[in-house]
């Protein structure tokens, strides 16, 4: 499917001079003199390089065309991660480069999406908010307000954020997966 390089999104899978490309970082630049571009960071999910490339805002891009099917994450050993399908009870295994950083944040029975291109799994994609437990903080330094600064937090699956002053050890929290930040106490 043809689009518009207005339309590149982080995220989105790519068919690129004949890979397949997920877009890490992009930003639309409109220049005083000249046309309006994008300038687009990928990643090859083939061959794991990563490319920077520039866009006019005229051209169109080939998107992918994938099958997201919905997986329960079960569990994980040294190298893979296995995942069923609810419906047909099927289960799948993800080698550790196709699941990359994200594993941190899987937990048994998390729904999550699969994208599959051709049959071949290619990335998967978390919720957009998760639940995580605090294990360690800093203290509060009195007198410091609410808008003023974070402190640096450690969650219970090793991940290191930056959470509000009234949050302590122990509390539950919500984190958005796309940028890692805090989102709400629960």
Known sequence: MKINATEIRVGMILEYKNDLWEVLKTSHVKPGKGGAFAQVEMKSLIKNTKINERFRSSETIEKASLEEV???????????FYFMNPVSFEQINLGRNIVGDKSKMLTENLEVTINFHDEKPLSILLPKQITCEIEATDAALKGQTVSSSYKPAILKNGLNIQVPPFIESGDTIIIDTRTMEYVKKV
């Not at 994450?73 to 893979?80: A, G, K």
């Open 70 to 80: 919905k997986f329960n994450f079960l569990y994980s050993d040294e190298n893979d």
